[in-house]
């Protein structure tokens, strides 16, 4: 158990698909992160929030649309996918921006 | 896995042997460093941390040296075990909180028994 929950830990999804990525702290976070991991590259940042603010946006493209509705959830909307975007995501909390980050086990995904 | 595809570095060692893991870092305004462990199919594991006003530390079999000057990390493993066997990514922060963690391309470290 490491605190830091993601589900579902698998999902495969065609390019017109619209789907979710869930994640959920339980260690009183406030900081929460989207990272990539794929096969090609080493872990990428894609978005942070801080007290349910958005404050990195990578230069991630449009078609991943992240929501923090509170210092305990955060999802990654998905839609009109690439086969390129097949990848390992990975979300992370911290107590701050300073302090180490805890990891989720990741959802795996695939697109078709 | 979803290191497969990188071609990471790979540092075999005996079982019982120490292990020394390496990562340069190229950012003098770095100030705090992290060493994880991924092992198939898991996320990130945080081992040990260190911040630049210091040049060692030391945790349950594990230690990190800081280099300041060569900005060079490294993370010993003392008596490594089968469950070492993982991917370890060294991270560095500016300190500032403006910016979060950015990570290296890590290690595979394989133990053989």
């Known amino acids: 158990e490491t605190g830091v929950t993601q589900t579902p830990r698998h999902l495969v999804m065609g390019m017109t698909n619209k789907k979710s990525l869930k994640c959920e702290q339980h260690?009183?976070?406030?900081?929460m992160y989207w990272y990539k991991q794929s096969a090609k590259k080493p872990l990428e940042l894609m978005f942070v929030?801080?007290?349910?603010?958005?404050?990195e946006n990578n230069s991630v493209p449009s078609r991943f649309s992240p929501e923090c509705p509170n210092s305990s959830h955060l999802f990654l909307h998905l839609h009109t996918l690439q086969p390129e975007d097949s990848a390992l995501y990975l979300c992370?909390?911290?107590?701050?921006?300073?302090?180490?980050?805890?990891f989720g086990n990741g959802t795996r995904l695939t697109v078709t | 896995g979803e290191n497969v595809g990188l071609h990471l570095p790979t540092l075999s060692v005996q079982e019982g042997d120490n292990s020394i893991i390496n990562c340069a870092y190229s950012n003098s305004a770095s100030d705090y460093f992290i060493w994880y462990k991924q092992e198939s199919g898991k996320g990130p594991q945080f081992i040990i941390d260190i911040r630049s006003n210091m040049d060692k530390r030391q945790g349950q079999r594990v230690t990190v040296l800081l280099n300041k000057t060569v900005k060079h990390l490294s993370l010993q493993i003392a008596a490594t075990q089968p469950g070492d066997s993982a991917v370890y990514f060294c991270a560095e922060n500016d300190g500032t909180g403006r910016r979060a963690l950015t990570f290296g391309s890590g290690t595979r470290l394989q133990v053989q028994p």
């Open positions: 992370a909390s911290s107590r701050n921006s300073n302090s180490p980050l805890h």
């Open positions: 260690l009183g976070h406030n900081a």
């Open positions: 929030y801080n007290f349910k603010e958005q404050t």
